[in-house]
């Protein structure tokens, strides 16, 4: 029994105890989450047609997510317990094309069985023992961080998780202070918790290298009520050490508002990385060369204007270094804290340059409340890369330069404001991907959501 789970099982002991105490069930709450998801991805023209991966990915199912969040038992130290139930259960993958291979352990959006066919469902359950004094919150178990140096990815038909300790405190006015420890990650098409690792390091095969201790902290504060400033620390055991620095603005111009975000990391390697070819992620390092150690430093803007329910946007972002920026990166789906990580792609390879175009426009300003719908363009060139390209087994290595890629992304949404299906939401997402780089196809891809919430306490 690891230590987080040995901590947890006191905890819930001592929650069994106290349960029935003023405040723990009173300030409970508990929700059921209903998603409807379907993706559909066509894998287009590429170098990497060749080598068998599949032209068309897609799947469908139902998800069920049932969030329970308790009070605080009475006391100086006030005891809780928070859980969050997951069910995915299959309606269609595809016949065949629901996207996993021979060194992935689940498709799109299931699992996958042994010959590679999606599961007809799969499900988890986390617990999280929560104690709070003053101003100062400690949890143990399962996390859903949302940090620049870790992020919990929502983006498919049930959430990825974390299983660690996290401590909160705001006992300062205006300065919030988070710390942690993380040991396993469960993806969003996986029931099982994982230990962690990056990219081209995370196989899932003998080569693959993993780590079991992810510690970050960092904090937030309020310089004044328009103006945030942002330290975060992430280190990776044996992968990477990481800095971020952030500044967050709102800015009152004319009949609108001006935000604009700042956001620079910078990340070197660590311990096993530094010398171990196993531990190497991705990035360019020379001809042929397609793995090294993590050397990255990437800075970006972004600046949103919104008035009379229209947001236009632009931004720019530069990837400096010999590798790709890191993060957190099972190989199963996951997310970085940059104003680039779109639906398809994260535009943060080597030496990138990115800028970025943004319109959405929220229609209850002409008497549609609920509705809302938005595009978002990226171009990103100078990347510096390698891939694996030809039509044989063995393919061969190729390194390039100045090779570019852009992505194009429509979203409609509409959630039901009022009657009897108030909160019905409706999401169609629609990308288009095309690039130069070796080794990559191009892609178009659509995602087709319902989702409804149903509270229970």
């Given at each position: 029994m690891n230590k987080s789970t040995l901590a947890l099982a006191v905890a819930v002991g001592v929650l069994a105890q106290q349960a029935g105490a003023a405040g723990f069930i009173e300030d409970s709450k508990a929700t059921l989450g209903l998603r409807n998801f379907y993706i559909n991805t066509d894998n287009r023209d590429g170098d990497a047609k060749a080598a068998g991966a599949q032209s068309k990915q897609e799947e469908w199912g139902?998800?069920?997510?049932?969030?329970?969040?308790?009070?605080?038992?009475?006391?100086?130290v006030g005891f809780g317990l928070d859980a969050i139930g997951l069910l995915g259960i299959k309606l269609d993958s595809g016949g065949g094309t629901n996207g996993a291979t021979s060194t992935s352990y689940g498709g799109t959006?299931?699992?996958?069985?042994?010959?590679?066919?999606?599961?007809?469902?799969?499900?988890?359950?986390?617990?999280?023992?929560?104690?709070?004094?003053?101003?100062?919150?400690?949890?143990?178990?399962?996390?859903?961080?949302?940090?620049?140096?870790?992020?919990?990815?929502?983006?498919?038909?049930?959430?990825?998780?974390?299983?660690?300790?996290?401590?909160t405190t705001n006992e300062i006015k205006d300065l919030t202070l988070v710390g942690g420890q993380i040991e396993h990650a469960k993806g969003r098409n996986s029931s099982n918790n994982e230990e962690l690792s990056i990219a081209g390091a995370n196989a899932h095969t003998a080569a693959g290298r993993d780590s079991n201790k992810f510690i970050y902290g960092g904090g937030d504060y309020k310089i004044t009520k328009d103006l945030t400033a942002q330290y975060y620390y992430g280190n990776l055991q044996d992968f990477y050490k990481q800095h971020f620095v952030g500044l967050l603005h709102n800015w009152a111009i004319g009949p609108g508002v001006l935000k604009s975000d700042l956001r620079y990391f910078n990340s070197r390697n660590d311990g096993a990385n530094g010398h171990d070819s196993a531990y190497y992620t991705t990035g360019d390092y020379g001809t042929g060369i397609t793995k090294g150690k993590v050397d990255n430093r990437l800075l970006s803007g972004l600046f949103l204007y919104s008035v009379s329910g229209h947001t236009f946007g632009g931004g720019y972002q530069v990837s400096n270094g010999d590798s790709d920026f890191p993060w957190l990166n099972q190989g199963d789906g996951s997310s970085a804290y940059l104003t680039t990580d779109m639906q398809i792609q994260k535009f943060a390879r080597a030496g990138e340059r990115t800028w970025q175009a943004r319109y959405s426009?929220?229609?209850?300003?002409?008497?549609?409340?609920?509705?809302?719908?938005?595009?978002?363009?990226?171009?990103?060139?100078?990347?510096?890369?390698?891939?694996?390209?030809?039509?044989?087994?063995?393919?061969?290595?190729?390194?390039?330069?100045?090779?570019?890629?852009?992505?194009?992304?429509?979203t409609v949404a509409y959630v039901i404001p009022e009657g009897p299906l108030k909160n019905l939401g409706l999401t169609w997402k629609n990308a288009m991907w095309r690039n130069d780089i070796p080794g990559q196809r191009d892609q178009d891809e659509n995602r087709l959501i319902v989702s409804y919430s149903i509270p229970l306490l």
């Open positions: 139902q998800g069920f997510q049932l969030n329970f969040t308790s009070g605080y038992t009475e006391g100086t959006v299931f699992p996958s069985k042994s010959n590679g066919e999606a599961v007809d469902n799969y499900s988890s359950l986390g617990l999280t023992a929560k104690a709070k004094i003053s101003q100062t919150e400690l949890k143990l178990g399962t996390l859903q961080p949302k940090l620049p140096v870790i992020v919990t990815n929502d983006g498919r038909m049930l959430p990825q998780t974390f299983q660690g300790g996290q401590i426009y929220d229609f209850a300003k002409v008497g549609l409340p609920g509705l809302t719908a938005g595009v978002v363009y990226l171009r990103g060139d100078n990347i510096d890369t390698s891939g694996k390209v030809g039509s044989t087994t063995p393919q061969r290595t190729v390194s390039a330069t100045g090779r570019s890629e852009w992505e194009r992304d429509l």
